[in-house]
């Protein structure tokens, strides 16, 4: 274990130089920025473990909310915007392009909402998926615990996970969907959500590591994203806000973070512009 530490600290470090020459030889503001933006699905869709319940964001007090939203992120001055859809995306292109010529009415997906008015109103061409699908045996994990007697234990773990979410969905209720993005996004919270996922850690052993085989599925889907993600840097100058489900949050803001070629930025750095 202290092996293992040692080495992740050097690994870290590695990157932090790395980052700092990357800096001192071009500038720090010469990286491309991607700022990315944890989401909660607007018209809940219901595809998670655990889905938090939104209220209707067509209503006049959520659009107004979202207008506001929408005027924080030009701060961050986007010059491409991903979501949360697949690379390549026809129906992407479509509806997007529809919308600006006037004949596409925005749904309550998150994407409609935000993506597509923020890039219409900054003048895009277009709206970029970046998703990747991949494997999450959840259930595989659900079965090893309850085959070595630690059921009770893995419910207690996977509650806590749910009332996490629905504490999500209380706060929104009381606050407005700025408000809510800057609670989910806070980096406690971000931290909080990524060390759920070493919990399922120790749900395995040789010949069964149920667990590890999760959080290394879900790791690969992430980068596979943010592989998606990093094409889209075309100059030192690029800006790109990725809209994604919170979920995926810590991860991609991870691979951010260590990506020297790349600055990250997040939520609160404009908000504080206020």
Request: hydrophobic content about 40%; proline content about 3%; glycine content about 8%.
């Amino acid at each position: 274990m202290r092996r293992t530490f040692w080495i992740l600290a050097a690994l870290a470090m590695a990157s932090a130089c790395w980052a700092q020459l990357v800096a001192g030889a071009h500038g720090a503001q010469s990286r491309p920025e991607i700022l990315v933006l944890g989401m909660y699905h607007m018209s809940n869709p219901g595809r998670d473990v655990y889905n938090m319940q939104a209220d209707d964001v067509l209503s006049a007090k959520r659009q107004q909310e979202i207008g506001q939203l929408i005027e924080v992120l030009k701060k961050f001055r986007p010059t491409k915007i991903a979501v949360e859809a697949d690379v390549g995306s026809e129906r992407l292109d479509r509806e997007y392009s529809d919308y600006v010529a006037g004949k596409y009415t925005l749904t309550r997906n998150e994407t409609d909402q935000i993506g597509y008015r923020l890039a219409k109103d900054l003048g895009h061409k277009a709206v970029y998926g970046v998703d990747e699908e991949g494997d999450f045996p959840w259930q595989r994990v659900v079965n090893y615990a309850k085959g070595i007697g630690r059921k009770e234990k893995f419910d207690a773990l996977s509650a806590s996970m749910g009332a996490s979410v629905k504490e999500q969905g209380d706060f929104l209720q009381s606050h407005t969907v700025l408000e809510t993005l800057e609670y989910m996004n806070a980096d406690a919270k971000v931290a909080r959500e990524v060390a759920w996922y070493f919990a399922f850690v120790a749900y395995g052993e040789p010949g069964d590591y149920a667990g590890p085989d999760l959080l290394a599925a879900w790791y690969q889907r992430n980068i596979r994203i943010y592989h998606n993600i990093a094409a889209l840097v075309d100059s030192p100058n690029e800006r790109i806000l990725v809209l994604y489900g919170a979920g995926h949050l810590g991860w991609l803001r991870q691979d951010v973070a260590n990506d020297a070629t790349v600055q990250l930025r997040e939520l609160s750095d404009f908000t504080d512009q206020k």
